[in-house]
């Protein structure tokens, strides 16, 4: 893919100590295109938009928002979120200006857990940005679309 300096800055962004105190990106050196390009065909691949998984995140939020912190069971049971809550905002690496409130958010579905936070609905929605390979908070889009999927009251390989 072309070289684009507007992704050196966003590079900048993404690294440990920026705006995460762990970063973005993982060991992940590929390019930011490169890492968005890749994930976007996992989701072609499942026929899941990446509206669909952020729309997912935010009623998960939302629920477990709304929960003060207590474990709340959702879709007939089939999904549990917990959120705790941590102060102060982060602002999207991307610097598009939206910012989230920093929480973590566990979600247990089909014998999975896995945690994010809710950047996460905004990075997929509007950048289909996972974070890159070995970052601590990346959540490939497989294990999204097996959330989905369950959400929805699917099998998760239908």
Do not use: W
């Amino acid at each position: 893919m072309k070289h684009n300096p507007q992704f050196d800055e966003t590079r900048e962004r993404m690294a440990p100590g920026q705006l995460a105190r762990d970063g973005f990106l993982g060991d992940d050196s590929r390019p930011i295109p490169d890492i968005i390009a890749a994930d976007a065909a996992v989701l072609e691949s499942a026929g899941v938009l990446p509206e669909q998984l952020a729309d997912i995140l935010d009623e998960l939020h939302d629920a477990a928002d709304a929960a003060q912190e207590a474990p709340v069971d959702l879709y007939d049971g089939r999904v549990t979120v917990q959120i705790a809550e941590v102060m102060g905002r982060i602002p999207c690496p991307f610097a598009c200006g939206h910012r989230a409130h920093k929480a973590c958010i566990t979600i247990r579905f089909g014998g999975q857990e896995t945690i994010l936070t809710p950047l996460h609905a905004h990075l997929i929605r509007e950048h289909t940005f996972f974070q890159g390979q070995g970052a601590p908070f990346r959540v490939p889009p497989s294990v999204l679309i097996a959330l989905y999927r369950t959400a929805r009251g699917d099998t998760p390989d239908a």
